[in-house]
């Protein structure tokens, strides 16, 4: 079990998916910086991250909820949180908003699963499946949480608290994510490629007795 101390935030799941620099760049060096996609998400999650609550039939929404797990140590916050009652069953299903459309990779599903997991632990329940809305094409996808993606959720837990804990922020590599990452000017990755190669050539030059 974790303390609070030893929380970080769930959002570094995602971008260690993305990249990991980009995450150690973020929750290791304090580095953000605003893109049009950064921007756009902003928007969106202001709209949905109110802080309050609304009942209607048998759902009651709560937007906002600052989520939690000791187990693995993250905490966060849920867009939105539906409690859906049917007969004598609750279920609980997280909601999360994305400005874009479904993506090729796994970052936005870990997100989800790490909250489902969250509200498993505050809430002693299980959560089977969770939802995003995505405003790109306008319709809720829905996910199941089952045992793969928790696994493959809590591994990129592991990889991440690992990275945090060294505090070792791993080398560019430079690819066509980075052209839609924020970081860019930051990370500087043609550069730090390029620095690479010279370091390999320079080496392999040392090694050939030049
Ligand atoms: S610019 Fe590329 S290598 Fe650098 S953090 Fe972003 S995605 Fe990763």
Redo the contacts with the bound molecule.
């Keep these: 079990m974790f303390t609070e101390d030893d929380f970080f935030q769930l959002s570094a799941l995602q971008h260690y998916v993305y990249?990991p620099?980009?995450c150690a760049?973020i929750h290791v060096e304090d580095a953000w910086r605003e893109n049009v996609f950064t921007v756009r998400g902003d928007i969106l999650h202001e709209k949905v991250d109110t802080d309050t609550y609304e009942s209607r039939g048998t759902v009651k929404t709560v937007r906002g909820l600052k989520i939690h797990s000791f187990r693995l140590g993250i905490s966060g916050r849920c867009d939105v949180v539906e409690f859906v009652r049917r007969q004598t069953e609750m279920s609980v299903v997280p909601v999360e908003f994305k400005a874009g459309q479904p993506k090729d990779d796994i970052s936005d599903k870990v997100q989800l699963c790490a909250q489902a997991l969250c509200l498993e632990e505050m809430l002693n329940t299980t959560v089977a499946r969770g939802e995003f809305f995505y405003a790109k094409i306008r319709r809720r996808v829905k996910v199941e949480i089952d045992s793969e993606l928790r696994r493959q959720t809590e591994e990129i837990v592991a990889r991440v608290r690992e990275l945090i804990t060294n505090k070792r922020t791993p080398a560019?590599?430079?690819?066509a994510?980075?052209r839609n990452?924020s970081?860019?000017g930051i990370?500087l990755?043609k550069a730090m490629s390029d620095r690479k190669l010279k370091r390999y050539l320079k080496e392999l030059y040392l090694q050939s007795g030049g």
């Design positions: 990249c620099r980009q760049l560019a590599e430079y690819s994510k980075c990452c970081l860019e990370c990755p």
